[in-house]
């Protein structure tokens, strides 16, 4: 399975079609936004669209710029997937995951993302593989030491520890696009919002 997956696009329209481009040109079978879609909700328009032509199927989950309301709007909206608190297997590839940060618009307590997170994993438990789909970053990471602002999250982190999926896709700090790291078996990868493509 190929995968697109990026985040913090923050209300960027060029940037859309610059993914969705590559998206179409890659040949992707998935694209995975890890939240950050819109920047503080001033507008959805043709933030989705353009990556419902350029694959087969689309997840997102909301950051902290947008609210579950905006984001289960436009997964109506468009026929795609909203992960927050849920899940989806495609071809023995279980994708689960949660959103919101400790700051912004959509603020989530460590307990209740844990929560959704394990809610969620209930779904894909035999999947042979896991992916699991935050917006922020875990605590005792790399990406923690790229800012100063915005703290890891202990329930990302104990959603790693207890659930071991093999690929932690998020985003958050920008200052740390790209950065991969090993924690436990599981592969940690701030996606960013030049996006990153997988072959699970």
Same mark, same amino acid.
């Given at each position: 399975?190929? /995968?697109?997956?990026?985040?913090?696009?923050? *209300? +960027?329209? *060029?940037?859309?079609?610059?993914?969705? %481009?590559?998206?179409?040109?890659?040949?992707? +079978? $998935? /694209?995975?936004? =890890?939240? %950050?879609?819109?920047?503080?909700?001033?507008?959805?328009?043709?933030?989705?669209?353009?990556?419902?032509?350029?694959?087969?199927?689309?997840?997102?989950?909301?950051?902290?710029?947008?609210?579950?309301?905006?984001?289960?709007? $436009?997964?109506?909206?468009?026929?795609?997937?909203?992960?927050?608190?849920?899940?989806?297997?495609? +071809?023995? /590839?279980?994708?689960?995951?949660?959103?919101?940060?400790?700051?912004?618009?959509?603020?989530?307590? #460590?307990?209740?993302?844990?929560?959704?997170?394990?809610?969620?994993? #209930?779904?894909?438990?035999?999947?042979?593989?896991?992916?699991?789909?935050?917006?922020?970053?875990?605590? *005792?990471?790399?990406?923690?030491?790229?800012?100063?602002?915005?703290?890891?999250?202990?329930? /990302?982190?104990?959603?790693? +520890?207890?659930?071991?999926? %093999?690929?932690? $896709? =998020?985003?958050?700090?920008?200052?740390?696009?790209?950065? #991969?790291?090993?924690?436990?078996?599981?592969?940690?990868?701030?996606?960013?919002?030049?996006?990153?493509?997988?072959?699970?």
């Amino acid at each position: 399975m190929k /995968v697109l997956a990026a985040g913090d696009i923050h *209300g +960027d329209i *060029g940037l859309v079609k610059k993914l969705a %481009d590559k998206a179409k040109k890659e040949k992707v +079978d $998935l /694209v995975v936004l =890890c939240g %950050d879609i819109t920047y503080q909700e001033q507008s959805t328009d043709n933030l989705i669209g353009p990556f419902k032509d350029s694959a087969k199927q689309v997840l997102l989950i909301p950051g902290n710029h947008e609210t579950i309301a905006t984001t289960s709007f $436009l997964a109506q909206l468009y026929d795609i997937k909203n992960l927050h608190g849920y899940s989806v297997v495609y +071809d023995d /590839v279980g994708f689960f995951g949660a959103g919101g940060a400790n700051i912004g618009l959509f603020q989530l307590e #460590e307990g209740e993302l844990f929560d959704l997170l394990k809610k969620g994993f #209930e779904g894909v438990k035999k999947a042979k593989k896991k992916v699991m789909i935050t917006h922020v970053h875990p605590s *005792g990471s790399k990406m923690e030491h790229f800012t100063h602002f915005f703290k890891g999250s202990t329930a /990302v982190r104990k959603a790693i +520890d207890e659930f071991k999926p %093999d690929i932690l $896709l =998020c985003s958050h700090v920008h200052e740390a696009e790209g950065i #991969e790291e090993k924690i436990g078996n599981t592969l940690v990868i701030n996606v960013g919002k030049n996006g990153k493509i997988l072959d699970i």
